[in-house]
């Protein structure tokens, strides 16, 4: 199994499919929604780490209406183009598992069609995604909405994952450690990160900041990775719904900076702002 202890580091093996437990006996029971809880007491930095019901909330209502769909089909595409026949998936900070399962209906429909197409010669393997996240909140979501996955509550910066696990891992607006990057992805797997491009949300910041900076556009080089390709997505966000700039403003860290009185102002008026993403391919470099 895929899983490791977070306190030794020793296999997981799940048990009547109720708990997981290692060889030292350290469980970790599974949640009726599915999930398992990787993140120990001790580990903790705060009672509930991670983003709150309220941010989880306008994050999840925002991206069902699909304002950030654009970014999920640059991101499956190139997913598509690089590690098509990815067997093991790997979601850094999955969240409400928005972009995870998004991309698994890529990759499977992908897969789908060139063994259609190709039967003699093409063989499909099943994609399985396992998504990570520190908050209990969203990860409870996303193993309630979407079953057929994986989904557990663990830190980016020590993922419970045995060593060259995933064949492609995807990294949107997520932090995490290069050596646990380079542990659980295989050689010539590929890791997809997203970050925010220059003008990113740049009218947002003009409400909070007298001198507000650009994002920084600097190339993300990660040791044990090859640098891949680059991308910038770009586009104008036009929101005119009130809830729906609610949910914008209330999903990014902007929330705790603009008073009530600036988010009503803001939500009555209609907004517009920049949405600016730059889009990062890295091949995990083989081992000698």
């Given at each position: ?192 990160t997203v970050s925010p491009g220059p003008k990113h949300h740049f009218a947002i910041k003009q409400k909070i900041y007298a001198e507000p900076r650009l994002h920084s556009q600097e190339s993300l080089i990660l040791e044990g990775f090859d640098y891949i390709e680059h991308h910038q997505l770009e586009y104008m966000l036009e929101l005119k719904n009130e809830a729906d ?44």
């Amino acid at each position: 199994m895929p899983y490791i202890c977070p306190i030794c580091q020793q296999d997981l093996s799940l048990l009547q499919t109720k708990n997981w437990v290692c060889c030292n006996n350290h469980q970790f029971d599974k949640a009726k929604e599915g999930y398992v809880n990787l993140l120990p007491v001790q580990k903790k930095k705060s009672k509930d780490p991670g983003d709150n019901k309220e941010m989880m909330l306008a994050r999840r209502e925002f991206l069902n209406k699909g304002y950030y769909q654009a970014l999920s089909d640059k991101v499956n595409s190139l997913a598509l183009k690089h590690q098509p026949q990815a067997a093991m998936v790997l979601d850094i900070g999955c969240g409400e598992g928005y972009y995870s399962h998004r991309l698994v209906d890529a990759l499977q429909a992908h897969n789908q069609r060139n063994m259609i197409h190709n039967a003699s010669e093409y063989s499909t393997r099943a994609c399985q995604l396992y998504g990570l996240d520190i908050s209990k909140t969203a990860i409870k979501y996303a193993a309630k909405r979407y079953p057929d996955m994986n989904f557990c509550v663990a830190s980016v910066f020590e993922m419970p994952f045995a060593d060259n696990f995933f064949d492609l891992a995807i990294r949107i607006y997520a932090p995490s450690k290069v050596e646990e990057l380079q542990r659980v992805i295989k050689p010539d797997g590929i890791l997809i990160t997203v970050s925010p491009g220059p003008k990113h949300h740049f009218a947002i910041k003009q409400k909070i900041y007298a001198e507000p900076r650009l994002h920084s556009q600097e190339s993300l080089i990660l040791e044990g990775f090859d640098y891949i390709e680059h991308h910038q997505l770009e586009y104008m966000l036009e929101l005119k719904n009130e809830a729906d700039i609610n949910h914008l403003l209330n999903m990014t860290p902007y929330a705790w900076k603009l008073s009530d009185l600036q988010k009503q102002q803001m939500a009555q008026a209609g907004f517009s702002c920049e949405l600016d993403f730059k889009i990062e391919i890295h091949r995990r470099q083989k081992t000698e």
